[in-house]
């Protein structure tokens, strides 16, 4: 009875040990289709709800400034400028189920600037991919984390969308927030922020840029060119601010030295918004009220001839140039 026993053991070790390989290797024959369990879970509430979208990745373009991390852009001068934001996200149960994609961007001191309705890419298409290669090339998305994306859109596991917003020029530098928010068919909602910084910009521009034309003038008195808030009237000096940052102007006569005689004429003054500064020729002086963004001002200039200033033609420069707040 023992050795009985002792062989039955035997024959179903045996047995074990022939079909064991044979499972692990998972051979499939066209005699005998294989059976591989499936598994789903369906909630309560039907497929989706508790299970918001998340975004995989957000960058906006272009970045301006390819040595400093992720985005950086330049105001245009007296324009605007389009910027992309670009998106790549998905959903716990499957991409379709997004519906809607939107952004908001928000100033830097936290007010909203803009909301934007998202258009969604062809998710293997010549936009969203050149996108990806120039966020990565620009050190807004790791190299590992674009090589999932282009594997998740290429199996149809995410979706792209895009949202162009305006910078103009005149609008305050420093980070502006961007929010990503998508929704599903369940009205879940996922978000994704980050940030790209706003350079700040200072130019001006003037009309008298062909000359000041001080005309005929009488020894001893001032004789005085007005400016106007045209800037489409070079003979009445106006400024104009093209920047997003607050200007400072400063300011300087050459001596005019008479073509005939060789005399000169070296007392100048300058008034802008109201301040009134005398100088001599070659003193660089600055305006101590600021040009502000999107401002356009007049400049009045006076010059003054000594009493027994010969006749003559006398002729010489105005250097003008913008600079930040004068030091204390």
């Known amino acids: 009875m023992e050795k009985k026993m002792v062989v039955t ?70 324009g605007e400028k389009v910027v992309t934001c670009y998106m790549v996200a998905t959903d716990p149960n499957g991409a379709d189920d997004i519906e809607r994609v939107f952004i908001k961007v928000f100033h830097p001191d936290g007010t909203e600037k803009v909301q934007v309705e998202a258009t969604e890419l062809d998710k293997t298409g010549e936009e969203i991919m050149t996108a990806i290669d120039i966020g990565v090339d620009h050190g807004c998305i790791p190299p590992e984390l674009a090589e999932d994306m282009i594997f998740e859109l290429s199996e149809s596991e995410a979706r792209a969308w895009k949202a162009d917003f305006i910078m103009h020029y005149h609008q305050p530098p420093g980070d502006y927030l961007v929010r990503a928010h998508a929704v599903d068919s369940y009205s879940n909602v996922g978000e994704y922020e980050n940030t790209f910084y706003y350079h700040s910009l200072m130019v001006m521009k003037i009309d008298f840029s062909t000359g ?107 250097h003008i140039s913008i600079g930040s707040p004068p030091e204390d």
């Open 9 to 78: 053991l035997m024959v179903f070790l045996m047995m074990f040990i022939v079909v064991s390989p044979v499972m692990a290797s998972e051979l499939v024959s066209a005699d005998e289709p294989d059976e591989v369990p499936v598994v789903a879970v369906v909630s309560a509430g039907g497929g989706g709800v508790g299970s918001a979208p998340f975004f995989k990745w957000k960058w906006e373009l272009p970045d301006e400034d390819y040595y400093t991390p992720c985005t950086q852009i330049w105001p245009k001068p007296f």
């Open 212 to 318: 000041i034309d001080f005309g005929e003038i009488v020894p001893g008195k001032w004789q005085i060119v007005s400016g106007d808030y045209d800037m489409g009237t070079p003979k009445k000096p106006t400024v104009q601010s093209g920047g997003n940052d607050p200007l400072w102007i400063s300011l300087h006569f050459t001596s005019l030295v008479g073509e005939e005689y060789g005399k000169t004429i070296t007392t100048f003054d300058a008034v802008f918004k109201g301040e009134r500064i005398e100088f001599m020729a070659s003193d660089w002086v600055m305006f101590s009220n600021p040009l502000d963004p999107c401002q356009t001002e007049k400049i009045d200039f006076s010059i003054h001839a000594l009493d027994g200033t010969p006749a003559d033609t006398y002729r010489g420069y105005l």
